[in-house]
């Protein structure tokens, strides 16, 4: 099953969750530049992976890079 397939409703429901928001959960982390290596992949992978279609594409070439 595709991850696009699931609904966040259905799967709070079957797993019996409960959704806590929490308000300016990173607020106090401070903002760092992009390493040149990563503006570099995301620049050259993104237009491809879109091109794809694919979740599989978006995972290994937008993703997997910031991760």
Known sequence: MAYSDFKFHQVLQQFQLTLTQVDHLFAK???????????V???ENTSL????NTEK?????IIAPIL
């Open 49 to 52: 992976a879109l091109d794809i």
């Open 29 to 39: 982390v401070p903002e760092v530049e992009a390493r040149e290596i990563l503006t």
């Open 41 to 43: 992949l995301l620049r």
């Open 57 to 61: 594409a978006r995972s290994e070439m």
